[in-house]
């Protein structure tokens, strides 16, 4: 049996006007509201309601996408008892994402395997469940691409990309030592961010040893300074969750 033409004209115009959630469920609320008795008014809400949650949910799945997080991790699953001298209740409160508002810095701080990728991953997760525009980067990636923009003349459209977001996450910093130019470029990132978009980096250098990394004493002083202005800096220096865990494997055994 042929559909009624105002049906079919209907479903058209709910598909013009991109209501997904209106096309796949007008049907079925009708039926639920008749036998309800609601009121017109009341139909159209739940309908709205519906789509504004369906909404919601794609928006937020397609910034965690576009995070390009390496893994999701979010802060259910890390094990704080695993780490006694974090500051759980300053993680707690990051996960608001006032920091974010407030153009402030995270820095995490501590040995390999503390779970600081954890946290940030936790807190840029938290940041696109509340609307943000985060980026995933390790930092030795990041100086790649800033040098190889550079070279291909699309520094400028890259920086561009980079101050949209609302937060910019650095993992890793410290594993590997930067040309003079890379340094460079890394600052300028650092710099172009300063009380316009927060970042997160984590390293397992202490902020004495950062030269080593960036290769100018002049340059670190920069970058720390910009860096610390407004931060708050989360230390893990207990011992490694992935030696604690390898370890507990191999005593089940």
């Known amino acids: 049996m042929s559909q009624d033409p105002s049906t079919l004209l209907l479903e058209h115009h709910l598909k013009a006007l991109k209501l997904p959630t209106f096309l796949r469920d007008y049907t079925n609320v009708a039926a639920v509201c008749s036998q309800e008795r609601s009121s ?3 139909y159209l809400f739940r309908l709205t309601e519906r789509e504004l949650i369906d909404r919601e949910r794609r928006a937020t799945e397609r910034r965690i996408k576009e995070a390009q997080f ?11 008892t695993a780490q006694p001298t974090l500051n759980e209740a300053l993680v707690r409160e990051l996960l608001r994402g006032e920091y974010m508002a407030k153009k402030e810095n995270v820095l995490l701080v501590g040995n390999p395997g503390t779970g600081k990728t954890h946290l940030a991953s936790a807190l840029g997760f938290a940041a696109c469940s509340q609307g943000r525009r985060v980026r995933f980067v390790t930092t030795t990636a990041l100086v790649t691409q800033l040098i190889e923009a550079r070279d291909n003349k699309m520094l ?3 920086h561009k990309q980079l101050e949209r977001l609302d937060l910019i996450i650095l993992d890793e910093m410290g594993y590997v030592p930067f040309s003079k130019t890379g340094a460079e470029l890394l600052f300028d990132v650092v710099g172009r961010a300063y009380e316009r978009t927060s970042l997160i980096l984590t390293t397992n250098l202490p902020f004495e040893q950062w030269m ?4 100018s004493e002049r340059l670190t002083g ?5 860096l610390t202005h407004r931060v708050h ?3 893990a220096n207990g011992p490694s969750y992935r030696l604690q865990d390898a370890r507990s494997r191999l005593k089940r055994k």
Do not use: C, N, S, W
Request: net charge negative; aromatic share 10%; charged share 25%.
């Open 40 to 42: 017109y008014p009341q």
């Open 70 to 80: 390496p893994v999701l991790k979010t802060i259910e699953t890390f094990h704080f």
């Open 156 to 158: 400028q459209r890259l």
């Open 212 to 215: 080593e990394v960036l290769g």
């Open 222 to 226: 920069a970058m720390l300074d910009r």
């Open 233 to 235: 800096i989360l230390e």
